[in-house]
């Protein structure tokens, strides 16, 4: 009697264990793919600010981060593109490059006004978008992969600017991976 009250006891704990294991798993995995970025269907990968990860240091900008976890669907060559907020369309001031990482691919350049996007739906007055290109960058396999930015313009979002501070100038908006085309 005690043997088959001990194999249920131990059958039973063995399916519980299981089932919270395999419940929690599903939770994290739910979690997880609702922060996930999926690549749109012409192969841009559009990384707004507000949905990342941030680090910001106002003592030590430099290192500020911004993180986003991005589903890779097409592999190939991206042109890699930051928008910026700014309210002098001649000069973003950018002290340092900005660094932009998948995985272990790395490029990094100082943001110049490429484009300037007037009556642009991701800014208000007295700003104007700009967008500055950074490079290209292959991307070799797809899958879920981590995307960071490293760039003094990653300000919190409750950062008091001030008309002293280059952050009153600009800040970094977006980061835009489009697919280059082959002629």
């Known amino acids: 009697m005690r043997k088959a009250i001990f194999?249920?006891?131990?059958?039973?704990s063995i399916g519980l264990l299981y089932s919270c294991n395999n419940s929690t798993h599903k939770k994290e995995s739910t979690n997880r793919s609702a922060k996930e970025i999926q690549q749109r269907e012409d192969g841009t990968?559009?990384?707004?600010?507000?949905?990342?990860d941030c680090y910001s240091d106002m003592v030590n900008p430099s290192v500020n981060t911004a993180e986003w976890s991005v589903v890779v669907s097409k592999a190939g060559r991206y042109n890699v593109w930051l928008s910026s907020a700014t309210k002098d369309t001649t000069d973003l001031r950018y002290k340092?490059?900005?660094?932009?990482?998948?995985?272990?691919?790395?490029?990094e350049g100082h943001p110049n006004c490429d484009k300037i996007v007037l009556d642009s739906k991701d800014?208000?007055?007295?700003?104007?978008r700009c967008d500055s290109f950074i490079g290209s960058m292959y991307i070799q396999d797809t899958g879920v992969f981590n995307v960071q930015v490293?760039?003094?313009?990653?300000?919190?979002?409750?950062?008091e600017e001030t008309e002293m501070s280059g952050a009153a100038i600009s800040k970094l908006l977006s980061v835009s991976f489009t697919p280059e085309k082959r002629n």
Do not use: G, H
């Open 123 to 128: 800014v208000v007055y007295p700003y104007f």
């Open 96 to 107: 340092n490059n900005v660094l932009v990482s998948v995985q272990d691919t790395r490029i």
């Open 7 to 12: 194999v249920w006891t131990t059958i039973i």
């Open 150 to 159: 490293i760039s003094e313009k990653i300000l919190p979002k409750d950062y």
């Open 45 to 52: 990968i559009s990384l707004n600010l507000e949905k990342a």
